[in-house]
T-cell receptor, first 113, second 114 residues
Framework: NAGVTQTPKFRVLKTGQSMTLLCAQDMNHEYMYWYRQDPGMGLRLIHYSVGEGTTAKGEVPDGYNVSRLKKQNFLLGLESAAPSQTSVYFC????????????FGDGTRLSIL | DQQVKQNSPSLSVQEGRISILNCDYTNSMFDYFLWYKKYPAEGPTFLISISSIKDKNEDGRFTVFLNKSAKHLSLHIVPSQPGDSAVYFCAASDDSNSGYALNFGKGTSLLVTP
């Protein structure tokens, strides 16, 4: 009963390093999303995908890239990490059917020194 | 530009009483509204939703009310239980948005005391 699985759960990076966050869902959902949550803020959309091979920018896309090579996976990349990217990152997925909720993973806590 | 607003950062309620969490939105194109519950170190969990064609939706102890003319929705929890203590996020989406992306409020931290 996995749902949405995010790896890793925690990571500490130095400024300028790169890394990839992985999101996997086993619900055969068409749509997938990456959000970030900062203290005292709601979740803000970084990028999303409406299907395999397609991605689009959200509200705060700068400094991030994404790829969706397989339907079940959605990768978020930081090419050159900056302290402003210290955050908790959440992945979500949903069905393409009308009026369906998004289902979230448990997040990746990322600190950039 | 915050399109979904939760103006109460926190709320404290006694066990057994009603909890009322409020949410306002500014975008008249929003047509699907959701409430999520979040415990520390976990992801948001879907709680209940409502379509813009309805004004009320119930699921057990949870009821969501939508007032489109006021651009306001509320979540009622009756009776409140200590396990309901969590952060509650209001979210909204616009059907014309091809990605059905959600716009979130900043959350309301609910504490239910015994």
């Amino acid at each position: 009963n996995a749902g949405v699985t995010q790896t890793p759960k925690f990571r500490v990076l130095k400024t300028g390093q790169s890394m990839t966050l992985l999101c996997a869902q086993d619900m055969n959902h068409e749509y997938m999303y990456w959000y970030r949550q900062d203290p005292g803020m709601g979740l803000r959309l970084i990028h999303y995908s409406v299907g395999e091979g397609t991605t689009a920018k959200g509200e705060v896309p700068d400094g991030y890239n994404v790829s969706r090579l397989k339907k079940q996976n959605f990768l978020l990349g930081l090419e050159s990490a900056a302290p402003s990217q210290t955050s908790v990152y959440f992945c979500a997925s949903r069905s393409a059917r009308f009026n369906q909720p998004q289902h979230f993973g448990d997040g990746t806590r990322l600190s950039i020194l | 530009d915050q399109q979904v607003k939760q103006n109460s950062p926190s709320l404290s309620v006694q066990e057994g009483r009603i909890s009322i969490l409020n949410c306002d939105y500014t975008n008249s194109m929003f047509d699907y509204f959701l409430w999520y519950k979040k415990y520390p170190a976990e992801g948001p969990t879907f709680l209940i939703s409502i379509s813009s064609i309805k004004d009320k939706n119930e699921d057990g102890r949870f009821t969501v009310f939508l007032n489109k003319s006021a651009k306001h929705l509320s979540l009622h929890i009756v009776p409140s239980q200590p396990g309901d203590s969590a952060v509650y996020f209001c979210a909204a989406s616009d059907d014309s948005n091809s990605g059905y992306a959600l716009n979130f409020g900043k959350g309301t931290s609910l504490l239910v005391t015994p």
